[in-house]
């Protein structure tokens, strides 16, 4: 008995390396390197190791972008498109399997290849070439490649906007609430404490503008200011695109993207922060008592589609197996079955593929008319949108795919009867319904993850009661939000360096989260412990400053541990003293003292680089981090960033900085962390655009067709 089980089993093992072998082929056995040929295209490194691609058609930027961007960070770009492909499991083992789980659940595939026409013809060309782009390098590069991943196509860049875009605004969540037998979080949460490595989640972010008539010299600016985790699938990557077909932008882009996201051109700039409307509505079915397939609606009992994801996991060495899980489906939208039930998600933008496209056309845009009609696409589903130009129109939309809800008489907050169509969707509220504001006379404009009814000052704010409750639309003001009117919002002749000191910014307002609660905090504290005295003394002395210098900021941080939103904090004085104590006692540990200086705690470490940082939660120098031994370590919020003005003449000129460097991912680079000590310092590099000055800053200049390398002597200057 025993010798026929070993044999079986050297048949099954067998019969495993054969499949695995056959579904994993050697990548070059695949392609025609002269499919390469057709595109032009030249790659200048300058001396920060920022990418300049210059193409002769847009769809050789595109080319020419995968190919700089696979050099700098070729696995994340992989794990995004194995993400997108529903093959994480086949690769990383059982911590995929949701993921691919949840590829299949949404029908990503099918999505992509039924709606592909809707994209426009040139769109499916920059798609295809960035494809293209990341062939060729993983050609040439086998040993940094996942067997059996290559070649890529356009529309598998494609489905990576469509399975990205619905986490940004919180589906994963919801998924995993109710597989988990929870009540779902219907938005993304920046608290989040179950990150993984493949979360979308999105920390917040600043954009700030201003008009020549609130300018001392009469200039127009922008700080273009997204916070983002600091490394993997949704950290930002700095790139200048050029092509002889219009294209010329400077601007922030995430791996496996073939456009930026945000940034500026010689014309435009434009600059984006996550909104939280509500996106997204869960539905619990009414089951058949006799047959689970079946579920009541609008008077009858209706039959759930049904049918088999199929998930090969990866085992150990060469081995996967393949698990089947069932797939549901009913009228509302894809079903999750637990323990208390059936549970139908709906979410918005299910079927848009448009993503590319849109943020194209915003880079490719000359003006604010083609910039509102690449917005009324309304492609992405959510993002705050704020614009400046060179002639100095300032424009602001709450951009968001918001759902016509049918009746008042549900807590859409909550779950949903799905027994009604009463419930269901009726479309979306158009461009024209959404919160906008076209050159306030304030000449000032700013969104920090707040309501869009404070856009500005004055009197030009939309007005909320034009607007359905039903909507989710945020009504509070960040402390990031209370700053920008605090500073720039009543100076009314703004120059060049105090834009640029408010964009550093490092206080917490007097109408904060924070010094509400730490002030209710300190009018009921009392205690006997001498420590415990000594740190409520340091903290009513506290000026509500962030600096590196500042030596209350430790304790007030982890005592109090601040929401954005005013409205999710629930102030607790037995937690909060429980938490101070906790502080004092780790500050003792670790320094022996409590007058401890801020940037000895807060650091960003790099490599052997180790800085003081200021700055800190929901601070417009916002920082968020992470305890790591008797440290703070920076991992999110403000990261790249640029400052963008136009003086009277329309002549554009701006200056940008990455908390780390151009090379996200290449420890051995010396751009790995070459820009961590501008960063650190609040200051910034100068942003190059003109061919002459990139070569006069030049690193080095190459073709990818023909991979030739012209290495130049480093000859860098702030």
Aim: hydrophobic share 35%; charged share 20%; aromatic share 12%.
């Amino acid at each position: 008995m025993f010798k026929k089980w070993y044999y079986a089993a050297i048949v099954i093992i067998a019969i495993l390396f054969i499949v695995n072998n056959s579904i994993r082929p050697i990548y070059h056995t695949q392609i025609n390197e002269k499919l390469f040929e057709d595109y032009t295209v030249t790659i200048y490194r300058d001396n920060w190791g920022v990418p300049h691609i210059f193409g002769m058609k847009d769809k050789d930027t595109a080319y020419g972008l995968a190919f700089a961007h696979a050099e700098d960070d070729l696995e994340t770009i992989q794990n995004i498109i194995l993400a997108s492909k529903g093959n994480l499991a086949q690769v990383h083992g059982k911590v995929g399997a949701a993921n691919d789980y949840m590829v299949q659940l949404l029908k990503i595939n099918d999505v992509v290849n039924d709606n592909i026409d809707q994209v426009s013809k040139d769109i499916v060309a920059i798609c295809d070439a960035y494809a293209d782009g990341l062939n060729h390098y993983a050609l040439i590069n086998p040993d940094k490649v996942i067997r059996g991943l290559f070649p890529v196509s356009g529309k598998d860049i494609i489905a990576g906007f469509v399975h990205r875009m619905p986490l940004m605004f919180g589906l994963d969540n919801v998924l995993s609430d109710l597989a988990q037998n929870k009540k779902p979080s219907f938005s993304a949460n920046i608290d989040s404490g179950n990150q993984t490595q493949f979360d979308q989640t999105l920390l917040g972010s600043n954009v700030v503008a201003v008009s020549p008539s609130r300018s001392a010299d009469g200039h127009t600016r922008i700080a273009i200011n997204s916070h983002q985790p600091w490394t993997g699938p949704v950290a930002w990557y700095e790139v200048h695109l050029k092509s002889e077909e219009g294209l010329d932008i400077v601007g922030g882009l995430f791996p496996g993207s073939p456009v930026v996201f945000l940034g500026h051109n010689r014309n435009i700039g434009w600059s984006h922060t996550v909104n939280r409307p509500d996106l997204i509505d869960v539905y619990e079915l009414e089951m058949h008592p006799d047959d689970k397939n079946k579920y009541f609606f609008q008077g009858r009992w209706e039959k759930l589609e049904v049918t088999k994801a199929k998930i090969p996991v990866k085992l150990w060495g060469p081995f996967r197996w393949t698990f089947t899980e069932e797939i549901l489906w009913s009228v509302h939208g894809p079903v999750i079955k637990n323990d208390l039930g059936y549970f139908a998600v709906r979410y918005s933008g299910y079927g848009e593929v448009r993503h590319v496209e849109q943020w194209f056309r915003m880079n490719k845009s000359k003006d604010l008319n083609e910039f509102i009609e690449a917005m009324r696409m309304l492609a992405l589903p959510m993002f705050n949108t704020l614009y400046a130009d060179k002639v100095g129109n300032l424009y602001y939309v709450y951009n968001a795919l918001l759902p016509i809800r049918g009746s008042d008489s549900y807590d859409w907050s909550g779950i949903i009867p799905g027994t009604t169509g009463r419930a269901l969707w009726r479309g979306y509220f158009s461009y024209d319904d959404l919160p906008k504001v076209i050159n306030p006379q304030s000449g000032f404009l700013q969104n920090c993850n707040s309501t869009p009814f404070l856009a500005t000052s004055g009197y030009d704010n939309p007005d909320k009661s034009f607007f359905p409750k039903n909507l989710g639309i945020e009504l509070f003001q960040t402390n990031r939000a209370l700053r920008m009117h605090e500073t720039y919002g009543k100076d009314e002749s703004i120059t060049k360096d105090e834009f640029y000191q408010y964009k550093f910014d490092t206080k917490y307002s007097k109408n904060s989260v924070m010094a509400i609660n730490l002030r209710k905090f300190l009018a009921e504290a009392t205690t006997d412990d001498k420590d415990i005295n000594d740190a409520l003394s340091i903290l009513r002395n506290w000026d509500l400053d962030t600096d590196s210098t500042n030596n209350a900021m430790h304790l007030a941080y982890d005592a109090i541990r601040p929401h954005f939103d005013p409205n999710k904090y629930d102030y607790n004085y037995s937690e909060i003293m429980g938490r101070l104590e906790s502080a004092v006692a780790w500050s003792m540990k670790h320094y022996g003292t409590l007058n401890v200086k801020w940037g000895e705690i807060l650091r960003l470490k790099r490599g052997q680089t180790d800085l003081p940082l200021s700055g800190g939660p929901d601070i417009v120098r916002a920082i968020y981090s992470k305890k790591e031994n008797n440290n703070r370590i920076g991992i999110a919020g403000d990261c790249y960033f640029q400052i963008v003005e136009w003086d009277q003449e329309g002549n554009v000129s701006a200056e940008s900085i990455h908390q780390f460097g151009a090379a996200t991912l290449d420890s051995s680079s010396q751009h790995y962390n070459d820009q961590a000590h501008l960063f650190a310092s609040h200051k910034m590099k100068p942003v190059l655009m003109n061919l002459d000055d990139i070569k006069l800053n030049l690193e080095k200049m190459y073709q990818p067709v023909s991979y030739t390398h012209l290495t130049l002597p480093t000859n860098r200057e702030v």
